[in-house]
């Protein structure tokens, strides 16, 4: 699908690219279930989402 003022896919793989390239140090918050406030970056999260998928790949766990 594409967007209506983008030249781009609208997926999720390219808003996570988006972000990285354009909001790196964008904040986000979020609510734990302990209800406290943790408070993060797009870029801290990708990091760690890179990280986490680097692991499991050499787990042997793959995209399909």
Known sequence: MK???MEWDLTIPQAISHAEKYNFDGQLISRELDGSIK???????????????????KLGIHPS
């Open 3 to 5: 967007g209506n003022m």
């Open 39 to 57: 408070k993060t970056t797009y870029g801290e999260s990708i990091q760690r989402s890179k990280k986490l998928a680097n692991a499991l790949n």
